[in-house]
């Protein structure tokens, strides 16, 4: 059942074409957790001076991973849609490096699943980014 | 006597040096050209438009836009319309030159602190709009607010609060 929903959650993830546009992969979703990787590219850059990707694509990433980590939880009975979502920008991520996030669903109700989730880039010690949001909970 | 009143700027050379200084800070942007993002301009006045594109999608059932594309839409909005108004009064008293603005000369741009997004609505597939207000512009901070609406103004699918930590005059 567990596997079952973590199954469909990561077909419905993959199915996504924003997702797929900025390369995003699910390396690890079930049980209220994922974790999903955004390869570094030249089209999510936001200063073309320093090569830094725009926090926008991190928004992307956060959002995307909060919804997988929703969808996964065990008591979720199906889609979710963002409620809010805000996002601290600790520092700039480093040029070249892939951006993994990482989201949980800290707590779920019939109605809303609220979330935590931190991006990282090579160095995973220093968040780039972290984020906390609230999500509906909707019925299959 | 006669005041000394000099006459006023040909529309066109205003207009130049306005889009220009527009221009320079949308045009180089990567992250913006792969949304698709225009920026429209009356006056001070910014409008962003993302025209709708399948790539923008992040639900394909409904289909719905994908609410990471509606935050960097509004950030997007937030941080140019917050520059714009930040280069305004030095691009119009010529402190920043038209030629050096159209040569990639710009200086830095505000960094985003902290980001909400309110979803109120799903994004439908069609056009998108948004329109920034800059709340409050501080030496080191500033606070901006945004707003995005399809085909309804009164109706915004979704809004947004930002901080910036604005760029040191000296760098």
Request: negative net charge.
């Amino acid at each position: 059942m567990a596997a079952d929903k973590a199954r469909i959650a990561r077909e419905f993830i993959a199915a996504i074409p924003h997702s797929k546009m900025l390369g995003m992969q699910i390396e690890e979703i079930g049980d209220g957790y994922a974790r999903i990787t955004m390869p570094y590219s030249e089209r999510i850059v936001g200063d073309p001076k320093t090569g830094v990707i725009h926090g926008g694509a991190v928004s992307a990433l956060m959002d995307t991973c909060g919804g997988a980590a929703v969808m996964s939880h065990p008591t979720a009975p199906g889609g979710t849609a963002t409620i809010d979502l805000r996002i601290d920008y600790m520092r700039a991520a480093k040029p070249g490096d892939t951006i993994t996030a990482e989201a949980r669903c800290t707590h779920i109700t019939r109605n809303v699943a609220f979330v935590r989730a931190t991006a990282t880039d090579a160095d995973s010690d220093n968040p780039v980014a972290t984020a906390t949001g609230a999500f509906t909970v909707e019925g299959k | 006597m006669m005041a000394d009143r000099r006459r006023p700027e040909p529309v066109q050379v205003v207009k130049q040096r306005r889009d220009a200084a527009l221009h320079a800070l949308a045009g180089g942007v990567p992250y913006i050209q792969t949304l698709g993002i225009v920026f429209d301009r009356r006056g001070d006045e910014l409008t962003a438009i993302l025209p709708f594109k399948d790539d923008l999608i992040g639900n394909p059932f409904l289909p719905a836009i994908h609410g990471g594309v509606t935050a960097a839409f509004l950030e997007m909005t937030a941080i140019i319309t917050l520059s714009y108004q930040w280069l305004w009064e030095d691009v119009e008293s010529g402190e920043i030159r038209v030629d050096e603005l159209e040569a990639g000369e710009l200086p830095r741009l505000p960094k985003t602190i902290d980001f909400t997004v309110d979803y109120l609505r799903s994004g439908l597939p069609r056009d998108a709009y948004a329109r920034a207000r800059v709340t409050r512009s501080g030496r080191r901070y500033a606070s901006v607010m945004a707003e995005a609406w399809q085909d309804n103004r009164d109706r915004p699918f979704a809004m947004g609060t930002a901080h910036f930590l604005m760029p040191r005059g000296d760098v």
